[in-house]
């Protein structure tokens, strides 16, 4: 008979805990089934413990997300780090490339200039040159003219010596 109360206290325990559960989910937003579900699944997994129900700051109930979603999230967050680190690069590149094209236009403007400057020093080079052969032409008439002046003075010594030995033999 004990047992008999024992079991009808039971059952009126879980008729009780049933009302209550189903007073919870009507008092959640949306729609009657998908509350059921998704309480089924909070009591399911804090009974096997593979997630504790953990209530918000708010007291509103967290909403479980599906393990395909987490990992579409993860992912997409990778996705967000990795396309913020690559505007960052293509940001720092863009200014590398910057800087690269105004050195290059200062190296442009460098090395015209320094083409204006040989241009400049080959003209003076020709000219040098042409001048260097005009002197030369003119140092070689000049030596001509000099071997023949030191030619003559020597046939002028030579006829000088010639002549004064015939004076002398003859005032002798």
Same mark, same amino acid.
């Given at each position: 008979?004990?047992? !008999?109360?024992?079991?009808?206290?039971?059952?009126? !325990? @879980?008729?009780?805990?049933?009302?209550?559960?189903?007073?919870?989910?009507?008092? @959640?937003?949306?729609?009657?089934?998908?509350?059921?579900?998704?309480?089924?699944? $909070? @009591?399911?997994?804090?009974?096997?413990?593979?997630?504790?129900?953990?209530?918000?700051? #708010?007291?509103?109930?967290? +909403?479980?997300?599906?393990?395909?979603?987490?990992?579409? +999230?993860?992912?997409?967050?990778?996705?967000?780090?990795?396309?913020?680190?690559? =505007?960052?690069? +293509?940001? !720092?590149?863009? $200014?590398?490339?910057?800087?690269?094209? $105004?050195?290059?236009?200062?190296?442009?403007?460098?090395?015209?200039?320094?083409?204006? =400057?040989?241009?400049?020093?080959?003209?003076?080079?020709?000219?040098? #040159? !042409?001048?260097?052969?005009?002197?030369?032409? %003119?140092?070689?008439?000049?030596?001509?003219?000099?071997? =023949?002046? +030191?030619?003559?003075?020597?046939?002028?010594?030579?006829?000088?010596?010639?002549?004064?030995?015939?004076?002398?033999?003859?005032? %002798?």
């Amino acid at each position: 008979m004990y047992a !008999g109360f024992i079991l009808i206290g039971v059952f009126f !325990g @879980l008729a009780l805990a049933v009302t209550v559960g189903l007073f919870y989910v009507l008092g @959640l937003d949306g729609s009657f089934r998908a509350n059921l579900e998704a309480t089924a699944r $909070e @009591l399911c997994d804090r009974v096997t413990g593979r997630r504790r129900y953990v209530p918000g700051v #708010t007291g509103e109930r967290r +909403q479980d997300v599906d393990p395909r979603v987490r990992s579409l +999230q993860e992912e997409l967050r990778l996705a967000n780090r990795l396309l913020e680190q690559a =505007r960052s690069g +293509q940001q !720092g590149d863009a $200014e590398q490339a910057r800087r690269a094209v $105004e050195e290059n236009a200062t190296l442009r403007q460098d090395l015209a200039a320094r083409d204006g =400057r040989i241009g400049e020093l080959e003209a003076q080079l020709q000219a040098a #040159t !042409g001048r260097q052969e005009a002197l030369r032409e %003119q140092l070689a008439e000049r030596a001509e003219q000099l071997a =023949r002046s +030191q030619r003559d003075v020597r046939d002028l010594q030579t006829e000088l010596d010639v002549l004064q030995s015939g004076v002398s033999v003859v005032n %002798q």
